[in-house]
């Protein structure tokens, strides 16, 4: 069945079945592998994407759901690479092994335009994804750069 889908500003049509998980549909149909597999559970957050402007866990979400929504990946986040949170997250070099870092700058660009100068305890709340190194206070640090907020690291 054809899946019409709308993914970083351009159409889509798939080849699925409607209950396929959108992340096996960016990943194994689309190619876009930015977007990761960490749990299956939907509760690490490696697979986060935005949904209508929204940080939404891919992994268990029906492609079918999505249809006419707007999906943005970590691929369209920005198309040189240069979002202040990417460039905040290589400036303070936050990746250890950097698995889970795709979902982590999507979760945090969902929080930086619903609260553009998060506290601690924003980010803390709207950043619930998992890092199983933890550089946590480096990922804090760099919510804080990108929304104009230098903080140490």
Known sequence: MGLKLRING????????????LLWVLRDHLGMTGTKFGCGAAQCGA???????????SCLLPAQAVQG???TTIEGLS???????QTA?????VPQCG???AGMIMAAAALLKA???????????GVDNLCRCGTYPRIRAAIHRAAGQAKPA
Do not use: F
């Not at 997250?89 to 070099?93: G, I, M, R, S």
């Not at 553009?116 to 803390?124: L, N, V, Y």
């Open 115 to 125: 609260k553009p100068k998060p506290t601690d305890a924003d980010i803390s709340a």
């Open 99 to 101: 698995y889970c870092q």
């Open 79 to 85: 198309p040189d690479g240069r979002h202040p949170l």
């Open 10 to 21: 351009q159409a889509h049509e798939v080849e699925a079945d409607p209950a396929t998980p």
């Open 69 to 71: 929504m707007e999906i």
């Open 47 to 57: 697979c986060t994407v935005h949904v209508d402007g929204v940080a939404t866990r």
């Open 89 to 93: 997250w290589v400036e303070l070099n």
